[in-house]
């Protein structure tokens, strides 16, 4: 099966398995994914908001278009990566993500990774990195890979939060460029 018919079986089993029903009875759409299934970065946020729930495609609002801007300072399109989030459905007023949702959706998104195969998984923002890296403080390990189970993760602080917030901004764009030396490294080590 190709990778395109892999991902949209685990987007079946997700209706299928009545996974987080109560978000599901309030969201217009399930929102999976976007981009490449053969990238070599997997972005993962944290939940869709109102334009994603609308769009049914993660990051088309503001911290979207920041996604993209940042994508384009490094020479990359949406088509080059793929974006997913933790949760996929939207919490109702955007709501943080509850723990139990992330843990419902959890075995879905390794799925995802385990399909798409990345080489680099780029967490975006707090909710997406604790499932990953858990105990540690992203103010603390942001821009920095870490290595887990056979995966690289690469902790980033998430656009919506550095949107309205000069210095994260800052931090994030600058973490940001990295992100091809980083696959560069990872590319040399694995020949
Ligand atoms: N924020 C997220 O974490 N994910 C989206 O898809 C949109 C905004």
Redesign the pocket.
């Given at each position: 099966m190709v990778k395109q018919q892999l991902l949209d079986q685990i987007r079946a089993d997700i209706i299928a398995h009545n996974v987080c029903p109560d978000l599901a009875k309030q969201a217009t759409n399930l929102?999976m994914g976007d981009g490449n299934p053969d990238a070599d970065i997997l972005f993962i946020?944290?939940?869709?908001?109102k334009?994603?729930d609308m769009q049914g495609k993660?990051?088309?609002?503001a911290?979207?278009k920041f996604l993209d801007e940042m994508l384009h300072i490094i020479g990359l399109k949406r088509e080059d990566v793929y974006?997913s989030?933790i949760v996929k459905y939207r919490p109702p007023n955007n709501r943080d993500p509850l723990p139990q949702e992330k843990t419902a959706f959890w075995p879905y998104l390794l799925r995802q990774i385990k399909v798409i195969e990345p080489k680099l998984i780029v967490t975006?923002?707090r909710?997406?990195m604790e499932n990953f890296l858990p105990g540690l403080k992203i103010s603390n390990v942001h821009g920095q890979p870490k290595r887990r189970g056979g995966m690289v993760i690469l902790p980033l602080f998430?656009?919506?939060a550095a949107l309205y917030n000069n210095s994260m901004r800052d931090t994030l764009l600058e973490d940001f460029k990295t992100l091809p030396k980083i696959l560069e490294l990872i590319n040399k080590e694995r020949k």
């Open positions: 929102v946020g944290e939940a869709p908001g334009h994603e993660p990051f088309v609002g911290a979207g974006i989030n975006l923002g909710h997406s998430h656009p919506a």
